[in-house]
């Protein structure tokens, strides 16, 4: 067995690699670069930590893993140490005598894994000590975890991150792998070139995340929404809501409270001690649903969140993917699900004007906010249009930054085309085909309603009065332009304003109409307009059912990445249940006592698949996922005593 196959059985208790986990370790093991591409909860950690294990035994040294998270080192250490692991970390948040016990614990060879702020990684002292280290040949590996924070493309920019070329310049022979998410080919080719990576071995693997049910739905009364989502798909259950503002988080945390969830807020505008609070709570404890900005959740390795929701629109594909990828890492299902309004659209539009950036960057923000809005209007397959997104990304960097893999292009645009031709059984518009109206005549009526009020007034209006005019409702307003006498006027009569809303926030959607944010919110034709116009261009809309649901209500079906997933907590017989029900209490206890989340003791699979075979001896407990050699020997008799 390869040293590489052993460290996994023995040290994390895990029986195979998963996808290209192997190749990685393989190649890193034998001295060689690597860059590495894999969505959230592919297992990117298992990639350096095995070869950080592995060198080290070879007398190799310490491997330094950069990571910009020093608020989840202490978790991420701890979970090594729960393996056997001797690992250490050296941030901000130690005192002087702390860091030099891990300087000297490191130079005296004893620590496998060293984990690192990249701000410290620049220091001349941390520097010095590399330099020792590496003199004496014990520096084995350097890991560069969220490696598109080295991007000011991906929304992650640490400007520290461009000091790692240091690393590479100074000590060319010490092997490197740099980790990402990021499935943005901009963002891909930039942290190629920053961290010098032009001649890594690099692997992708697909962004598919089988487990995950997307669905978006049309914008009404968010919260009563996503109340009703809770409720009655993920009640009891641990989730993250994505909210634009943080005015948003705190009103939303405190409402999601009032109707019992356990909620918490979390913004970079809050205190530290207060999102380090929140954020150990949401870790620690189960069923907490955390209201949050963007600023949560890099890093965050919850395995059992259970869901992902947007009340708000983010600003892109890549932002919206990572987001939602942050739910079901075990691989049982979880949902994303977003509400999506014209209110969304006309803010992400301003947001980009209005943003102090150079014309050039505004115009790559648009282009990607559109793709987000196709995403959004979409009547056919979500995940089909995620992975074609992402798929004609990575051909396109294929043959500008001429390299990548071309089997894992090959790869993503199988899957995409497998989910394009017969839909993927997993997303909103897959699972519930919608109905779809040819709204080319309202939306005629519309635009020319805009551009005729335009002609007559000398002014533009908003959303509200133009379809007033449309409907033909002689409102004060109307009546003080005299716009009764709009050759539209009435027109759209047939109409409900839902529907026109609808038509109005895919006209804006398709760059049709402007929104004017200066003259409130006025709108305003735009050359797109012209083929709608003309009617040479149809516009097809997915109806607005009076009281569609938010999702359909999930048939408890299990569509795991594992080839034989665990049994899941449901499956389970009654006898099994109270022995499940006692080792999560038993692990409460231990998770508290080590001050770590309960997932770095067992995860639930491991806990499932210990009650489902009622261990009466030790040596019954063998190859149960997630028991390795020293958990065995330090939870084993315990876990046993607890079914028994
Ligand atoms: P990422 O960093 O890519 O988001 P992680 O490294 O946190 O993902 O891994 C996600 C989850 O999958 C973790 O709980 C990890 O323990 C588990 N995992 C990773 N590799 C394997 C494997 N080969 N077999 C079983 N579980 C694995
Ligand atoms: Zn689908």
Redesign the pocket.
């Known amino acids: 067995m390869s040293s590489a196959l052993s460290v ?1 059985h023995d040290v994390f208790g ?1 029986p ?3 996808g290209p ?1 192997e190749a990685i370790v393989e190649h890193v093991i034998g001295g060689g670069d690597a860059l590495v591409l ?1 969505p ?7 990639c350096y930590q095995v070869p950080a294990i592995v060198r080290h035994a070879a007398g190799r040294g310490v491997a330094i893993v950069v990571s910009p998270l020093i608020a989840l080192m202490h978790d991420q250490v701890g979970a090594l140490h729960e393996l056997g692991v001797p690992a250490a970390f050296l941030n901000s948040t130690l005192d002087w005598t702390q860091a030099e016990d891990i300087e000297r614990r490191l130079l005296a060879g004893q620590i496998t894994l060293l984990y690192a702020a990249p701000e410290r990684v620049a220091t001349p002292r941390f520097l010095g000590l590399l330099d020792t280290l590496h003199a004496h040949g014990h520096l084995s590996l350097f890991a560069i975890d969220e490696a598109h924070c080295v991007s000011q493309w991906g929304h992650d920019f640490r400007p520290e991150y461009r000091q790692l070329t240091v690393l590479h310049e100074r000590w060319p022979g010490v092997p490197r792998i740099a980790l990402t ?1 990021t499935a943005d080919a901009t963002t891909r080719a930039d942290i190629v070139e920053r961290l010098q990576l032009q001649d890594a071995a690099r692997f992708v693997s697909s962004f598919d995340r089988p487990n995950i049910r997307y669905a978006i739905v049309e914008k009404k009364d968010p919260t009563r929404q996503l109340l009703q989502f809770i409720e009655r798909e993920h009640a009891g259950e641990a989730g993250v809501v994505y909210c634009q503002s943080r005015k948003r988080v705190e009103e939303l945390a405190q409402t999601l409270c009032e109707h019992g969830l356990d909620a918490l807020p979390y913004h970079a505008g809050l205190p530290a001690e207060v999102r380090q609070q929140n954020q150990d709570r949401f870790l620690r404890q189960e069923g907490v649903v955390m209201c949050a900005t963007i600023a949560f959740g890099m890093g965050i ?1 919850k ?1 059992d969140v259970r869901f992902v929701a947007h009340v708000d629109m983010p600003k892109n594909i890549e932002g919206y993917y990572q987001e939602t990828g942050r739910a079901g ?2 691989g049982a299902p979880a949902d994303a699900w977003m509400a999506y309004g014209l209110q969304d659209v006309v803010n992400q539009r301003r947001m980009i004007d209005e943003s102090p950036a150079g014309e050039d960057f505004k115009q790559v923000m648009r282009g990607k906010l559109d793709a987000l809005l196709a995403l959004a209007e979409a009547t056919d397959c979500r995940r089909a249009r995620l992975l074609g997104y992402f798929g004609e990304q990575l051909n396109a960097i294929d043959s500008r930054a001429d390299g990548l893999d071309s089997t894992l292009a090959e790869g993503q645009s199988d899957s995409y085309s497998r989910y394009s031709t017969h839909g993927c059984g997993n997303c909103d518009n897959c699972l519930r085909p919608p109905e779809v109206w040819d709204a080319t005549d309202c939306a005629r009526k519309l635009l020319s309603t805009i551009y005729r009020v335009q002609q007559m007034s000398g002014i533009g209006f908003g959303a509200g009065h133009l379809m007033d005019i449309v409907r033909g409702k002689p409102t004060d307003k109307v009546k003080q332009f005299g716009h009764e006498r709009v050759s539209t006027f009435g027109l759209g009569a047939e109409f409900s304003e839902a529907q026109l809303r609808g038509v109005l926030r895919q006209l804006i959607a398709l760059s049709a109409v402007s929104v004017d944010a200066e003259r409130f919110n006025t709108l305003r034709l735009e050359d797109a307009a012209r083929p709608i116009l003309k009617g040479e261009q149809p516009v097809r809309l997915r109806a607005t059912t009076a009281s569609s649901p938010a999702s359909a209500p999930r048939e408890r079906q299990r569509k795991a990445r594992a080839a034989a997933p665990p049994p899941a907590a449901a499956d389970l017989d009654a006898a099994a249940q109270a022995r499940f029900a006692a080792l999560k209490a038993w692990r409460a206890e231990v998770a508290r006592e080590h001050n770590l989340p309960a997932y770095v003791i067992f ?1 639930d699979a491991t806990l499932a698949a210990i009650a489902a075979r009622a261990p009466r001896a030790l040596h019954e407990l063998e190859g149960i ?1 997630g028991i390795g050699a020293t958990k065995l020997e330090r939870y084993g008799a315990e876990v046993v005593r607890v079914c028994r």
Request: proline share 5%; no cysteine; aromatic share 10%.
């Open positions: 996994l895990y195979q690699f998963r986990q894999m959230t909860g592919g297992g990117k950690s298992l998410a390795d395995p890492r075990d995860h996922s």
